[in-house]
C-alpha cells in the first residue's frame, strides 16, 4: 500500500466535500428554477381562465403536443378545426413550461389588433431565441418587429 502524507488526506477530503457543494447548490439550483417554471406557468393559465380552450385533445402533462404531432401533415386543416366556432382560444403545452402557452387568433378583427392598432402593447419573445419568430421574421421583414 503506498504512502500518502496527512497534505493529500486533506486536499482529497476538501476537494470531495468541496464537489458535493458544488453538486447540491446545482441540484438546487435546478429545482428553483423548474418549481419558478410551474408558477409562472399556473400563473399564465390563471390570467387566461376566461379565455376558451381549442377544440383539440390536451394530455395531463404534455398539453397539446400529442394531438400537434398526430396532426402535423395536417396542420393547417387541424388549426381550422380546433378553432372552429372560436374567434381567440387558448392552448397549453407541457403543464411545467410557461413557454408553450399560447393564444391562438383567428377573427381578423383581432388580428388587425394584436398587428396593428395596438402593436406595443404586446410582449413578443426574442426572434433569436424562438424559432416560429424567427420564420416570421423571415417571412415577413424586419418592418413589424
Not at 410551474?38 to 390536451?58: G, H, Q, S
Request: net charge positive.
Amino acid at each position: 500500500m503506498p504512502h500518502t502524507s496527512r497534505m493529500e488526506l486533506w486536499t482529497r477530503g476538501w476537494l470531495r466535500s468541496a464537489l458535493w457543494v458544488y453538486l447540491l447548490g446545482a441540484a438546487g439550483h435546478a429545482a428553483g428554477r423548474f418549481l419558478c417554471g410551474v408558477m409562472r406557468a399556473w400563473r399564465m393559465r390563471w390570467a387566461l381562465r376566461d379565455v376558451p380552450e381549442v377544440r383539440a385533445r390536451m394530455s395531463t402533462i404534455f398539453g397539446i403536443w400529442p394531438d400537434l404531432l398526430r396532426n402535423s401533415k395536417r396542420i393547417h386543416d387541424w388549426r381550422i378545426e380546433i378553432m372552429s366556432g372560436l374567434s381567440v382560444g387558448k392552448s397549453f403545452g407541457p403543464w411545467w413550461s410557461p413557454d408553450y402557452t399560447y393564444l391562438v387568433v383567428k377573427d381578423p378583427c383581432c388580428v388587425k389588433h394584436f398587428l396593428k392598432d395596438a402593436f406595443d402593447k404586446y410582449s413578443r419573445t426574442d426572434s433569436r431565441h424562438d424559432l416560429f419568430c424567427y420564420y416570421l421574421r423571415a417571412f415577413l421583414g424586419h418592418g413589424i418587429f
